[in-house]
């Protein structure tokens, strides 16, 4: 199994939790994303989106992280990553696309990038505070009224809506966001930083590390 991706990138970030929870080991192939890596023919014949992260597992290769988790949860099905009922399953999922496409959507590299350089840093600023706060407090809502709650999302053993909560929020706290206001995130957050599977995943302990990157 191979995973392509970059030390700092969340959506790699989740992958290596969830390869971590599953007791699964995959061979790391850095792509340097301060050095448009993902760019390059070489990646572009791996993923032609161009984007990390991508798996490979024998001669299935999986592009985002939503689909490689989903995949790794079917192959590998345990320990699961999603509750049993069918109604619960779907919540943990729902989180997962909150993150994905909402708060990563909007707040992402490309975006800032972009309007960083068409309206300037002010702009910018302004743009991804207000929609890392939007998304928050949706989850928040979600998550606080969520009838299996307990240490994590879904009870008390982490799975594939602490993969994508996690990352999301540590990004957001590198960026300065005040967080202050989203309690049950923070709750969650907390606890997924003590467990051993999300302490081997976080992006300081990867071998790709550099000290000053571009993102």
Known sequence: MILYGYWRSAATFRVRIALALKGLEAELRPVDLSRNEQHSPAYRAVNPQGIVPTLVDGAATICQSLAIIEYLEEVYPDPALLPEDAAARARSRAVAVAVAAELQGRT???????????????????????????????LEGLLSR????????????????????????????RRGVDLGGFPTLKRIADACRSEPAFIH????????RVVDPRF
């Open 108 to 138: 992402g590299t490309s975006i800032r990038d972009h309007l960083l350089e068409r309206f300037g840093a002010d702009v910018m600023t302004e743009w991804y505070r207000h929609w890392a706060l939007v998304g928050c407090a949706g």
């Open 146 to 173: 969520e009838p299996l709650a307990g240490r994590f999302c879904f009870g008390d053993r982490p799975g594939l809506a602490d993969c994508f909560l996690y990352p999301q929020y540590r990004v957001f706290e």
């Open 201 to 208: 995943a976080a992006p300081e302990n990867q071998p790709d």
